[in-house]
C-alpha cells in the first residue's frame, strides 16, 4: 500500500483560494486505482509540534507503486495540477510512503 500526501499553501485571496482548491481536488478521488481519498482543510492547534499554517490538504492510497505512477499520468490528475494546483498554491509539499 502506497499513501500520498499533499499540503497545499495558497496565495491571496486565501479564502477563495482555499475554496477553489478544496473543490478541485475532489476530481483526484475520480482517478482509477486512488483509495481512501479525503481532502481538508487544517484544524486550529495550540501545540507547538502541529503545523496547521497549510490552507489544504489531500491523502490517498494506491494498492502499489505502479498505481501511484499511473496516477501521475492521468488526464484528470494533470487537469487538476494545471487548472488548480499551479495558479492558487503558492507552496506544495508531497509526502509518499509505504
Not at 482509477?32 to 490538504?57: K, Q, W, Y
Not at 494498492?63 to 487537469?79: C, G, S, W
Amino acid at each position: 500500500m502506497i499513501t500520498h500526501v499533499v499540503i497545499f499553501w495558497v496565495d491571496e485571496p486565501y479564502e477563495k483560494n482555499r475554496e477553489k482548491l478544496l473543490k478541485g481536488a475532489q476530481i483526484l478521488a475520480h482517478v482509477p486505482g486512488v483509495e481512501n481519498f479525503t481532502a481538508g482543510i487544517p484544524l486550529p492547534s495550540r501545540r507547538a509540534v502541529v503545523d496547521d499554517s497549510f490552507a489544504v490538504g489531500i491523502s490517498m492510497s494506491f494498492i502499489n507503486q505502479a498505481a501511484a505512477e499511473k496516477y501521475q499520468e492521468h488526464p484528470l490528475h494533470r487537469d487538476f495540477v494545471k487548472k488548480y494546483a499551479r495558479p492558487l498554491a503558492k507552496r506544495f509539499v508531497v509526502y509518499d510512503w509505504s
